[in-house]
């Protein structure tokens, strides 16, 4: 990775022209230290017109879309951690999928602390800075070496790139692993700006969190009104028929709206 970042590195004066420098960090995340670490892998996308952060499993679905010529939706978020921005921006939209497919628009401006205390990482020499954010106390670690002032998720603002970022209490771990350089911009429209065609329906987090909420009291009411019309729902691979099967499957139901995200701001998320 060494090699690659100082190509970067000499060509930063080239990043705001009609490319997009891709970073891939190795994202570990779980509730709390009682359970197991959950791995995704992670891009962030930095180009002269955005920089966006979401899963890889996206852009992997959509190049096969491409190379066949469609659109069809293969991935839903896990980490609720899709966003765009225009770049040196702290203005983020946050895109959440929950059933139907929302955009949050938050201003996350972070205030540093910038520490004496650096250490090595594949050649490179990092330096340590701290925040608040999102009711979690981070760590980082960037390179002023590479001048891209981002980093994984909403967190940027660094006079360099941030390779690892962690919560204090290790709940959130983010690594940069890899990087390449595209030779255009990459169009996110089908998985980050919509999902497949269902557009971004506007919302507060307030408003977003009383939706999942009032689903978590009542999560068979979306699928009654079908079964009363004979229709037939589906739930690990068991048919529901009736209202009174489908009722029976609430607290499965509530254990999954419950655990769908471990929320990475979490003074921001909703109480069941």
Known sequence: M????????????ALYQSQTNRFTYEL?????????YITNLMNLDV??????????????????????NQSISHYSTRTDQVIERKPESFKNNWYRDFFDYFVVKTNDEMKWQVIPETKEYNGYKLQKATTEFGGRSWIAWFSNEINIKEGPYKFRGLPGLIFMLEDIDQNFVYKLINNEKLSSDYDTQDFVETHYGKQAIPITNEKFNKYIEDIYQNPTRMFSEGIKNGQKSTFKNETIESIEALNSK???LQKGIKGRYVYIEKDKQPVF
């Open 28 to 36: 570990r995340y779980r509730n709390d230290s009682s359970q197991e």
């Open 250 to 252: 609430k607290e499965m």
């Open 47 to 68: 180009s002269s017109r955005s920089v966006k952060f979401y899963d890889k499993s996206f852009a992997d679905y959509d190049v096969k879309n491409k190379e066949n």
């Open 2 to 13: 060494k090699k690659t970042l100082i190509i970067f590195a000499l060509y930063a004066g």
